[in-house]
């Protein structure tokens, strides 16, 4: 069975933002594409590409440490509920 998908990145914002189609830069990266290849293929700079990898990668960041943040709200919820329940024990 397939798992369900963590919310992505906007990459249409990233599109507009860069005015070129991010989607399409992380397809050739997932197909094993280097940095200057994608440049010469899709006509973006390379340093401009950088910088895409590289806001991708801290959306990416930021979507584990909210993930990390909610898991360790709820164990702590969880534990504070148990002492709550069994005081004595």
Known sequence: MRQAK???????????????????????????????????????DLMTLRQIKSDIELAHRRLRLEKKKEALAKTQASLQRQIFLRPLI
Do not use: F, H, N
């Open 6 to 44: 963590s919310p992505q990145i906007d990459e249409k914002a990233l599109s507009k933002k860069y005015r070129t189609s991010v989607s399409r830069l992380i397809k050739l990266w997932k197909e094993g594409r280097s940095d200057v290849e994608v440049a010469t293929q899709t006509g973006v």
